[in-house]
T-cell receptor, first 114, second 112 residues
Framework: KAGVTQTPRYLIKTRGQQVTLSCSPI?????VSWYQQTPGQGLQFLFE???????NKGNFPGRFSGRQFSNSRSEMNVSTLELGDSALYLC?????????????FGQGTRLTVV | DQQVKQNSPSLSVQEGRISILNCDYT??????FLWYKKYPAEGPTFLIS?????DKNEDGRFTVFLNKSAKHLSLHIVPSQPGDSAVYFC???????????FGDGTTLTVKP
């Protein structure tokens, strides 16, 4: 059974640009969540999608957005990149929405903004 | 307001000894707790979980203890092995939360 796949693994962008990250969940999983991890910080919740609908959103500015497709694949977009957006972005999938269930994480996309 | 705290950024133990990783939470609504392990260049992997109706859950060398009155949980690894060296994240959630809240992680180093 294939795991959660995130592409690309590494990305370098310039301030002001926008970026799109992709996540393919485990087959059969309908929930996809996105997290940001910065050095020394825990995983900060960005948002969760379930059946193409955003179910929950963290405390991030509107520059961070996402969507989910009918096949449960999800994309995350960050517009007008700032240096502080440099981080590891992790996607996690689970069978059911949100809470009280284990999540399966991808390897992450390491974004560097210069 | 950080609702899940792992106050020890790092922990070093000798191989074969017990590793105890601690986690405190502030939100009384949390009723489900999870531990994840993360190796460098990999995503976190689920380790063990516990529901608030229990105070202990065991899986092989890993045991999680929950003290609801103190809003504290701990992960015990016995015996510790060098392969256990990783960052351990504590996470908490509750029904209808829609997400898990993670701590900042504790880096465990197990020395041979």
């Amino acid at each position: 059974k294939a795991g959660v796949t995130q592409t690309p693994r590494y990305l370098i962008k310039t301030r002001g640009q926008q970026v799109t990250l992709s996540c393919s969940p485990i087959s059969g999983h309908r929930s996809v969540s996105w997290y940001q991890q910065t050095p020394g910080q825990g995983l900060q919740f960005l948002f969760e999608y379930f059946s193409e609908t955003q179910r929950n959103k963290g405390n991030f500015p509107g520059r961070f957005s996402g969507r989910q497709f009918s096949n449960s694949r999800s994309e995350m977009n960050v517009s007008t990149l700032e240096l502080g957006d440099s981080a590891l972005y992790l996607c996690a999938s689970s069978k059911k929405t949100g809470a009280n269930t284990e999540a399966f994480f991808g390897q992450g996309t390491r974004l560097t903004v210069v | 307001d950080q609702q899940v705290k792992q106050n020890s950024p790092s922990l070093s133990v000798q191989e074969g000894r017990i590793s105890i990783l601690n986690c405190d939470y502030t939100n009384s609504m949390f009723d489900y707790f999870l531990w994840y392990k993360k190796y460098p260049a990999e995503g976190p992997t689920f380790l063990i979980s516990i529901s608030s109706i229990k105070d202990k859950n065991e899986d092989g060398r890993f045991t999680v203890f929950l003290n609801k009155s103190a809003k504290h949980l701990s992960l015990h690894i016995v015996p510790s092995q060098p392969g256990d060296s990783a960052v351990y994240f504590c996470a908490a959630s509750y029904t209808n939360a829609g997400k898990s809240t993670f701590g900042d992680g504790t880096t465990l180093t197990v020395k041979p």
